[in-house]
């Protein structure tokens, strides 16, 4: 028996090795298994069963070990990681170690136990018998006949004060068999969401839900691939709709995955999930996969769903590779989300690779959102995907009231700029009298190096595409981080003539402080980057907020996904227009995302709720449809423009990063580079740049980018990794390349 063996750890290829009879039993297609390679052993993945023909046999090596008795990578999971190298112009070694977590890899820590159990009983004559000739063994094997399940070896030795030989030879006789079977942590029980825990009972569904339910069923039950957008406005109940999809795959014994943006951060939505799905089903065992799980717990989720013991993971990002058996529904929960992308080798999008993979195992994926990414929306219009709605929210409560605060007048009342207006103050004061709470939000959505006049709102733009400049301050220009326009940095408006131009942005801590001025008695929490690095204060000011100990909780957007307190019922945005100017041309469909996300925060309970949003450009169009939650004229305005500028969804966007230590040298080989591609593939792609990058610099090495627009990513990227590969590139100069970057900066 020959196999392939992708090794991992910096080996592009497949090398092909002699299985041993001993390992042939437990050697499969996807085993992690350890080759030698180079005179060491390697790490590495079965690729392949057999040889190519005329292979040469003799000198081949043998496999010396199978780490785990079942596959590390099932057969789609091998499919989806060859896929995703060309997809994400990445290295196969360096997904599949992506694929299977580090402690799986090692193979270290797992816990097993021997367990003893009685093989066939002896009738009385032999065991009369036995006792006479061998008393030892027949102690044993009365003690064993009496249990209900089979029982750990050591124990029972030390109990009756036995030694191994008086087992070994009752399993000779085959009176007594021992079986080896792994000790569970439990990781899926641990309750490490406590205090955030939510009732179990499932309401009755309303006409919307149900119907939205009936149509995801009716797709599941074909049991082929196809995805659905379940597009429902804030608060209008996809979680129920997601977890009746989800019983009805379980039922069916189907496999399920639910990825969450991030599961550290929405401890409600992972506790209400695990309560209800283990209420559905007691028997199905929910594995949650976060970043805080300690190495053993890992392992164990990992190996309880690569055994098939568990059938569902719950889970961020990385979830999307775990081994669920005859995995069947995929969901895909605030889909929008950039938090999906992930910013390192390999960059892939947990959304786009859930789809994928939902089509490799004939599945179906459903994304959910209020605000659904224009490329899924896209897809839905187009008929790729079916589309549900839910238009109201559940109980038919209102969706809040957007109040939009001018902050042009607002400087010139308080003749400079201030954090609180008039009115937010106000309403603060008025809810802190009920004794009704606040959620304050900063806009903290990337940095923003835009300039904007704080007198007329005006924002310099690049006019061949529409993004905002960037101000560099080091040579005082403005410059477009898509084709590389600069020019010199205005010091008045261009439009109104005011000296107000200027980049500027806002710290919790100044909110909290302005805060304080208005409402000295009221208790005031933050809540940032800072403070959500520590996950346990972040858990505990949730808490204390949920129990109402705290009036007015500020931080960045971040904090506001999937959060649900009744008692909420006024949320501001301090600083609507900073999403607005990125220099990035998903600028608008950010800032209404954050908007309606925002403004859905507010009036969850039985209160109306309201929403003050600050703003020095109340006009535009993101501002202007967020207030009535006008997702379709949002959406036809800005899929317009995308397609005017021939953006995302209509081209897929490419992102390629030189860095190097000379700047000089950097810019030669980038524009020589460019040119090199727009000869050879100008037909295929539409090049912009090369240009420096929004950081110019970082960690003393320069940065200079290249954007590709193209219909087709697949077909690209090997023409691209060809040339690539070919081109004569310095030692010190080292490229990045991003399929469908979600973040322009
Ligand atoms: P979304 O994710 O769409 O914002 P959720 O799924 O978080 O909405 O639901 C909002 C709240 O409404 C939750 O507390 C949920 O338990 C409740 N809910 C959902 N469906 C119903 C229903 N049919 N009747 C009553 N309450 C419901
Ligand atoms: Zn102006
Ligand atoms: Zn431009």
């Known amino acids: 028996m020959i196999v392939g063996v992708h090794p991992l750890a910096g080996f592009d290829k497949l090398l092909h090795y002699r299985v041993p009879e001993n390992l042939r039993a437990t050697l499969q297609m996807g085993s992690l298994v350890r080759v030698p390679v180079l005179n060491t052993l390697r790490l590495g993945v079965v690729g ?7 292979f040469p046999l003799d000198r081949l090596k043998s496999v010396a070990q199978v780490v785990h008795p079942f596959p590390a990578l099932t057969p789609d999971l091998l499919k989806l990681a060859r896929w995703m190298s060309i997809y994400y112009a990445a290295s196969l070694d360096g997904i599949i170690e992506t694929m299977i977590p580090a402690t799986v890899r090692s193979g270290a820590g797992i816990k097993e136990e021997k367990l003893l159990s009685v093989a066939q009983k002896l009738s009385p004559e032999d065991l009369a018998t036995l006792a006479k000739r061998a008393p030892q063994q027949a102690r044993l094997y009365q003690f064993l006949v009496q249990q209900y399940r089979p029982q750990n070896k050591g124990l029972v030795l030390k109990r009756l004060s036995q030694t191994a030989a008086v087992v070994n030879a009752l399993i000779k006789r085959g009176v007594v068999k021992e079986e ?11 309750d490490w969401s406590k205090g955030e ?3 179990a009972q499932a309401p009755k569904l309303n006409d919307e ?15 082929r691939f196809g995805v659905t957008l379940l597009h429902g406005v804030t608060g209008s109940g996809k979680t129920e709709v997601y977890l009746h999809a989800i019983d009805t795959v379980l039922k069916a014994g189907g496999g399920v995955m639910f990825l969450v943006p991030e599961v550290a951060l929405t401890p409600q939505t992972v506790a209400r ?5 283990e209420a559905i089903a007691p028997d199905h065992k929910c594995v949650v996969w976060h970043s805080h799980l300690s190495e053993g717990e890992r ?4 190996l309880a769903l690569a055994a098939g013991e568990a059938k569902v993971v719950v889970g961020a990002r990385s979830a999307v590779f775990a081994p669920v058996h005859n995995l069947k529904l995929i969901v895909v929960d605030e889909e929008h989300e950039p938090a999906y992308k992930q910013d390192e080798t390999p960059r892939y999008h947990g959304r786009d690779v859930a789809v994928y993979r939902a089509k490799l195992n004939e599945a179906h994926c459903l994304l959910g959102s209020a605000t659904p990414s224009l490329e899924s929306y896209h897809n839905a219009l187009n008929g790729k995907y079916v589309l549900q709605t839910l238009k109201l929210r559940v109980d038919n409560r209102k969706l809040p009231f957007i109040d939009v605060v001018d902050m042009r007048i607002e400087v010139m009342r308080s003749r400079g700029l201030t954090t609180l207006s008039q009115r937010l103050a106000n309403a603060m004061q008025d809810r802190f009298e009920k004794r009704e709470q606040t959620i304050l939000f900063i806009n903290r959505r990337g940095y923003s190096s835009s300039m904007l006049c704080t007198d007329c709102g005006h924002v310099e733009e690049c006019e061949h595409c529409s993004i905002s400049m960037t101000y560099h301050r080091a040579d005082e220009m403005l410059r477009c981080h898509l084709c590389g326009a600069e020019r010199n940095a205005p010091v008045t408006c261009p439009k109104c003539r005011s000296p107000k131009i200027r980049w500027r942005g806002l710290g919790t801590q100044r909110v909290e402080e302005s805060v304080r001025r208005v409402l000295p008695r009221a208790r005031i929490e933050r809540m940032d980057t800072d403070t959500m690095s520590k996950k346990n204060r972040f858990r505990e000011i949730l808490g204390q907020f949920r129990a109402g100990k705290i009036d007015v909780l500020v931080g960045t957007q971040m904090i ?4 649900d307190f009744p008692n909420v019922t006024l949320v501001g945005l301090i600083d609507a227009d900073i999403s607005m100017h990125i220099p990035d041309f998903r600028a608008n469909e950010r800032t209404f995302q954050l908007l309606v996300q925002v403004a859905g925060r ?3 309970g039985d209160r109306a709720g309201e929403v003050v949003v600050q703003t020095f450009t109340p006009q535009a169009e993101p501002i202007q449809f967020s207030r009535h939650a006008d997702y379709e004229g949002f959406s036809a305005t800005e899929l317009k423009l995308r397609k005017d500028f021939h953006y995302p969804p209509y081209r897929h966007l490419i992102h390629h990063l030189f860095r190097g230590p000379n700047p000089e040298k950097l810019k030669f080989f980038s524009e020589q580079w460019a040119k090199l591609v727009e000869a050879e593939l100008g037909k295929r792609v539409e090049l912009r740049g090369p240009s420096p990058s929004p950081i110019e610099k970082i960690k003393d090495a320069y940065r200079w980018q290249l954007w590709y627009f193209t219909d087709n990513v697949s077909k690209t990227i090997p023409l691209l990794s060809k040339l690539r590969s070919d081109f004569k590139w310095p030692d010190d100069i080292t490229q990045v390349l991003d399929v469908d970057p979600v973040s322009l900066m």
């Open 299 to 302: 392992l164990d989720g990992w």
């Open 180 to 190: 080896v079977r792994r000790v569970v942590r439990e990781a899926y029980a641990e």
């Open 560 to 563: 506001g996904k999937g959060l």
């Open 48 to 54: 392949a069963i057999g040889a190519p023909k005329d």
């Open 197 to 199: 825990l939510v009732a």
């Open 602 to 604: 507010a009036g969850r």
């Open 273 to 277: 999930l695990r309560s209800r799905l």
């Open 209 to 223: 839900q149900l119907a939205a339910v009936r149509g995801i069923t009716e797709e599941v039950a074909h049991d």
